[in-house]
């Protein structure tokens, strides 16, 4: 039997290692981080007593997490056991952090925890080491989505989310800041002007009657016979060099879109033929009025 207060509530109770246990309650209780409660084992055969498991009568226990991880694997009871033995009597935000990796403020405060950190996103705060971690993991999930899917805009946000396994897309959109371009729900890496070389679309099957096809049905920008970006990178280079002071150069331009000669001059002149931009006697050039 668990009690706390005037309440109580018949408890199962795992041994996890030392003096740390798990508790899976037959009715819920408010508890918060801290709660002195007490453990009475009804009918407990006096210590020592031959036959029969050595269990005080009554003991008292600290709550250190009321909503703890579920433990999978072998040996994950002792190493939760471990764990659990460094924490300070009464835990805080960071120990809880530290083993739930992400929560909502809302939750830790319901949970009788204060002294969280700022959030990462909305309501969420993280353990600074699981977003770090979670922040490689997305570069890696949009490099080989990019790797896969070459003349696809992007990864999907919420395809994103599912394979990190978490609850809110607007913690991917605060991974993705600084390091990948999240817009109209996908991520794309930060360079969107790297068009792949001419040898990986013949790795893909990509002839240039197929190109063609994606290009009229608006799956890809063909700016060239060889040069193939995403759909809406014509768009996005326009607002780039928006930005630039009139007249820019070839240098200028390719700078600023992050790419190399071998995009940045078919796609100025693909520019040229859209009327976006103007090409100069100099070779500078202006963006037209829209």
Known sequence: MLHIGTARTTARVRVLGGAAARLALDRPLPLHVGDRVLLRMPGAAPRGEAGRPSWPAVTGATVLDVAPPPLRGRGAAAAAARELASWPAVPGAAELLRRHGLARRADLRAMGVTGFPPPVAGEWVADPAH????????????????????????????????????????????????????????????????????????????????????????????????????????????????????????????????????????????????????????????????
């Open 131 to 290: 977003w770090a971690a979670l922040r490689g993991r997305l570069a890696t999930l949009a490099a080989a989505h990019a790797a896969g899917h070459p003349l696809a805009p992007g990864m999907p946000v919420d395809a994103a989310r599912a394979a990190l396994g978490l609850a809110d897309r607007r913690l991917v959109e605060a991974l993705a800041a600084g390091q990948l371009a999240s817009a109209g729900g996908v991520l794309h890496a930060a360079a969107p002007f790297l068009a792949p070389e001419a040898g990986r679309l013949t790795e893909l099957g990509l002839s240039a009657r197929e190109l063609a096809a994606a290009g009229r049905a608006g799956l890809l920008l063909r700016v060239s016979d060889q040069i193939v970006l995403a759909p809406g990178a014509d768009e996005q280079a326009a607002g780039i060099l928006a930005g630039l002071a009139a007249p820019f150069t070839t240098a200028q331009a390719r700078q600023a879109l992050g790419t190399t000669r071998r995009v940045a001059i078919p796609l100025l002149e693909y520019l040229d033929r859209a009327g976006v931009t103007e090409r100069l006697a100099d070779d500078r050039r202006l963006l037209r009025p829209r």
